[in-house]
């Protein structure tokens, strides 16, 4: 009955020429601005979206995607050491310590954090795009392109940095 109440309540948000939507995100819901009022949103509250490097983007790509994860596991797939990057990708609240992995050493395992979902507008990781999503694309879209939110998404576009 519940849900069936919140349904009707995304419905109404959709079609009723409000300010707001009714969206089911990280296993629950939310209300969020329009996307076409994003830029006004952000204007009010004074806040620039997260600026993200491509080294940040390339290991929340593999913790979301590979969790848990060991930071010699991001490090191997990345080829790079990645401390500093997860140090900060926690800081913002997107990656958090699921716990220690049972093997010589205990290295801290790594996963996603609600807010990761919050912020990317996913109900769950199932939302993730697929490898079959990505190879159905056509080769020169995928030229510089990088992960972004959906555009239907309420959550503005991520910035990155060179």
């Known amino acids: 009955m519940i849900t069936a109440l919140l349904r009707e309540l ?8 409000h300010g707001f939507l009714l969206c ?14 994003a830029e006004w949103v952000r204007r009010l ?51 958090k310590i699921l716990g220690k992995k049972e093997i010589a050493g205990r290295p801290l395992i790594y996963g996603t954090t609600r807010d990761f979902l919050e912020f990317f507008g996913l109900r769950d990781l199932s939302g993730l795009p697929t490898l079959r999503d990505f190879s159905e694309l056509a080769p020169d879209a995928l030229e510089g392109m990088l992960p972004l939110a959906d555009e239907d998404s309420s959550v503005a576009p991520i910035e990155t940095t060179e």
């Open 10 to 17: 995304m419905q109404e948000s959709e079609s009723g020429g």
């Open 24 to 37: 089911s995100v990280a296993e629950g819901y939310q209300y969020r601005s329009r996307p076409e009022y």
């Open 45 to 95: 509250g004074h806040h620039r979206p997260f600026r993200f490097s491509r080294a940040a983007l390339e290991t929340l790509a593999i913790i979301a995607y590979r969790q848990p994860v060991t930071r010699a596991e991001i490090e191997y797939l990345r080829g790079v050491e990645s401390g500093a990057v997860v140090k900060t990708l926690m800081e913002k609240r997107l990656v």
